[in-house]
């Protein structure tokens, strides 16, 4: 199992190097802003229109295989950049990169679910996630200091090398059980019939449609907040970019330890803690936008980093019990296609309200926005009930 999370935290990391070394190296060319735009949307776009096109995928191969694979077409793309880094490139491998990262991501929690304890599945998410947010925290650190001191192609050097050895690790893994069988043959199934299974299943289940309605409804004015921040610090706080710099990392430290608290999660309660959570991000979140003060700020997002690690690992365990453990890849597939439209959503409206409200009124209607909408799907749910 600590092969797969070191496994894990290789590909996050060079997930994010990727992005930021795309980033940094596009900034430094005219029409930068533009490629850095045609960046973010290729890769929400990927993840929102093709990932759920290749989660089929899950009903003919292992997880193990499908790891492997999504791997090794990684490791072809980088090639790619290193010998060709010009934008059309960057751009397309961006967006072959998103896709296949909604199948390797929902594979990888597959096989730590067949390897981990069966009796605790949040214990064995919240190694992967713990892994995931420390790559992530990494990531872009190693890869800002690889483009300052060599450049783009040794950035991606050091990507291939971590990929590969990701690779060695899944190759010497194990499968740990034979994959489950479903009752209906995927030979017998349409392609269509394949794509829309698990969102059908997961709709049809009171409590994992209940949540994804909240929480996309949530992350919508979630993703205001991102768009918002370098603002409220520049601008309102005064904080310049070492004070930008302090308030997004709270916000990832605090990830990272509620990801190491989410194993605590029990799968029935995995409901309540979704929306417990989602209030007490909105509240922390629009605070900030009352109480101009860079301690406050970083306390506040502090605790949000917290609450939205256990939303996505409440989410993650509602998602897994809703369906049949032959669906749950592409299950998981679908959840991160349900949540990265809802991110896309909110950076589209981010802007206009940056531009109109200002930063910190923007923090405040994101933040109530994420709370109310959280709870408003169990309240009309527990209206219904009472009728």
Same mark, same amino acid.
């Given at each position: 199992?600590?092969?797969?999370?070191?496994?894990?935290?290789?590909?996050?990391?060079?997930?994010?190097?990727?992005?930021?070394?795309?980033?940094?190296?596009?900034?430094?060319?005219?029409?930068?802003?533009? +490629? $850095?735009?045609?960046? =973010?949307? #290729? /890769? %929400?776009? &990927?993840?929102?229109? @093709?990932?759920? *096109?290749?989660?089929?995928?899950?009903?003919?191969?292992?997880?193990?295989?499908?790891?492997?694979?999504?791997?090794?077409?990684?490791?072809?793309?980088?090639?790619?950049?290193?010998?060709?880094?010009?934008?059309?490139? +960057? $751009?397309?491998?961006? =967006?072959? #990169? /998103? %896709?296949? &990262?909604?199948?390797? @991501?929902?594979? *990888?929690?597959?096989?730590?679910?067949?390897?981990?304890?069966?009796?605790?599945?949040?214990?064995?998410?919240?190694?992967?996630?713990?892994?995931?947010?420390?790559?992530?925290?990494?990531?872009?650190?190693?890869?800002? +200091?690889?483009?300052?001191?060599?450049?783009?192609? %040794?950035?991606?050097?050091?990507? @291939?090398?971590?990929?590969?050895?990701?690779?060695?690790?899944?190759?010497?893994?194990?499968?740990?059980?034979?994959?489950?069988?479903?009752?209906?043959?995927?030979?017998?199934?349409?392609?269509?019939?394949?794509?829309?299974?698990?969102?059908?299943?997961?709709?049809?289940?009171?409590?994992?449609?209940?949540?994804?309605?909240? @929480?996309?409804?949530?992350?919508?004015?979630?993703?205001?907040?991102?768009?918002?921040?370098?603002?409220?610090?520049?601008?309102?706080?005064?904080?310049?970019?070492?004070?930008?710099?302090?308030?997004?990392?709270?916000?990832?430290?605090?990830?990272?330890?509620?990801?190491?608290?989410?194993?605590?999660?029990?799968?029935?309660?995995?409901?309540?803690?979704?929306?417990?959570?989602?209030?007490?991000?909105?509240?922390?979140?629009?605070?900030?936008?009352?109480?101009h003060n860079l301690i406050v700020a970083i306390t506040c997002?502090?605790?949000?980093?917290?609450?939205?690690?256990?939303?996505?690992?409440?989410?993650?365990?509602?998602?897994?019990?809703?369906?049949?453990?032959?669906?749950?890849?592409?299950?998981?597939?679908?959840?991160?296609?349900?949540?990265?439209?809802?991110?896309?959503?909110?950076?589209?409206?981010?802007?206009?309200?940056?531009?109109?409200?200002?930063?910190?009124?923007?923090?405040?209607?994101?933040?109530?926005?994420?709370?109310?909408?959280?709870?408003?799907?169990?309240?009309?749910?527990?209206?219904?009930?009472?009728?």
């Amino acid at each position: 199992m600590r092969f797969l999370v070191t496994a894990y935290f290789l590909l996050s990391l060079c997930g994010t190097m990727t992005s930021v070394a795309i980033s940094l190296h596009f900034a430094a060319h005219d029409g930068g802003a533009a +490629l $850095i735009s045609a960046i =973010l949307v #290729s /890769s %929400a776009c &990927a993840q929102i229109f @093709i990932a759920p *096109l290749l989660a089929p995928v899950f009903d003919r191969f292992s997880a193990r295989s499908i790891a492997i694979a999504a791997t090794v077409c990684e490791v072809v793309l980088l090639g790619i950049i290193l010998v060709v880094p010009i934008a059309p490139v +960057l $751009i397309g491998v961006s =967006l072959l #990169s /998103s %896709a296949l &990262a909604g199948l390797s @991501i929902p594979a *990888l929690f597959t096989i730590a679910d067949e390897y981990g304890d069966e009796k605790n599945q949040a214990a064995t998410f919240s190694m992967l996630d713990t892994a995931r947010l420390v790559g992530s925290f990494v990531g872009p650190v190693l890869s800002g +200091l690889l483009l300052d001191i060599w450049s783009l192609r %040794a950035a991606i050097s050091v990507e @291939i090398a971590a990929n590969l050895i990701a690779l060695a690790i899944l190759l010497v893994l194990k499968q740990a059980s034979s994959a489950p069988e479903s009752d209906d043959d995927p030979k017998t199934q349409s392609f269509l019939a394949r794509v829309l299974e698990a969102p059908a299943l997961l709709l049809r289940n009171e409590q994992s449609r209940a949540a994804l309605m909240s @929480i996309w409804a949530a992350i919508i004015f979630t993703s205001v907040f991102s768009v918002a921040l370098v603002f409220y610090a520049v601008d309102v706080l005064g904080a310049g970019g070492l004070g930008y710099a302090f308030l997004m990392q709270a916000f990832v430290v605090g990830r990272i330890l509620g990801a190491r608290r989410s194993k605590t999660i029990a799968p029935p309660r995995a409901l309540a803690v979704l929306t417990v959570c989602g209030i007490i991000m909105g509240i922390s979140i629009a605070l900030t936008g009352i109480l101009h003060n860079l301690i406050v700020a970083i306390t506040c997002f502090f605790i949000a980093g917290i609450c939205n690690a256990l939303q996505v690992a409440a989410l993650r365990l509602v998602i897994t019990s809703a369906v049949p453990a032959e669906i749950q890849p592409k299950a998981l597939s679908s959840m991160g296609s349900v949540n990265t439209s809802a991110m896309l959503v909110g950076y589209i409206i981010g802007a206009p309200i940056v531009t109109a409200a200002g930063p910190a009124l923007a923090l405040m209607i994101s933040g109530v926005g994420t709370a109310l909408l959280t709870v408003l799907s169990p309240l009309v749910r527990n209206l219904r009930s009472r009728l």
